[in-house]
């Protein structure tokens, strides 16, 4: 049993993304931590903890080439990145009250738990998704 402080959001990893595919992810924002959760309601189910460098709100998971729609609540916008994203590249938003890179796009090394800002200028980031293009 987990004692969280501020359990966020949840998703799914991409089956054949990262060593964490297929897991579900569980982010602890003021924990600084990312759960996984492998086989979910199984007998063999476990948990990894991942702690972080600072705290993160939503995650995303490119898979190829598309689009990563980010929030921002505060400056109400929705921003649109289209690239050649690889499957692996793990996204996050840095939420304002962070202290470390606050209100940033961030990539994670979900190795070392190390957050790295990958895109500035928003106010307040979160809602990541990710939309495969066509080709994908």
Known sequence: MFNLSDPDSNEV???????????????????????????????????????????????????????????DGTLNEVVAITGDFHRGQVFSAVPSDSTVIPGNLATVDLGTGTVTAFGSGFSNPKGLLFVAGEDD
């Open 13 to 71: 990893v991409p089956a054949g993304d990262t060593r964490f595919g297929g897991d579900v992810l569980l982010t602890s924002q003021g924990d600084g931590e990312m759960i996984f959760l492998y086989r979910p309601a199984a007998s063999d189910q476990r948990t990894t903890v991942l702690n972080l460098t600072t705290q993160i709100d939503d995650t995303a998971f490119p898979t190829g080439c598309g689009t990563l729609y980010v929030v």
